[in-house]
C-alpha cells in the first residue's frame, strides 16, 4: 500500500485547440480538454456510450509537444496526477476545479496527417 499515489490514465480524443500562455516567469503552459468513452449494454441490450470531459494541464516541454502536434479529434494517451484548486467567483461563490496535471504524452493518431 505504501506505493499507492496520485496517478491518472486516460486515452481519448482531443476536445479543443489547446490554448497556450506564458507565465510571467516564462514558463510555458498548456490547457486543453479530452474526452474518454466508455461504452456498455443497459437491461434491454442496447448499447450505451457515455462520454467524460476531462481537463489536462501541461507545463514546459510537454507544453511546446501540445501547442505543436495537438488538435481538436487527435487521440492521444497520457498519464499525469490529480490537481484539485478552488476559487471565489464575482458572486463570492467558492468553486473547485479539478485538472489533470499532464506528466507523459504519446498520440495514438494525428488526424491531421492529410
Known sequence: ???????VQLIGHVGNMPEIKI??????????SVATNESY???NGEK????????????GKIAE?????????TEI???GKLINKSYIDKE????????VQVNELLLLNNKSSN
Not at 1 to 7: P, S
Open 41 to 43: 449494454r443497459n437491461t
Open 23 to 32: 507565465t510571467e516567469t516564462g514558463k510555458k503552459l498548456a490547457r486543453f
Open 48 to 59: 450505451i456510450t457515455e462520454t467524460q470531459w476531462h481537463t489536462l494541464i501541461a507545463w
Open 77 to 79: 494517451a497520457i498519464e
Open 1 to 7: 500500500m505504501y506505493a499507492l499515489k496520485n496517478k
Open 92 to 99: 463570492g461563490n467558492k468553486k473547485y476545479i479539478t485538472e
Open 65 to 73: 509537444v501540445v501547442e505543436k502536434l495537438l488538435q481538436k479529434g
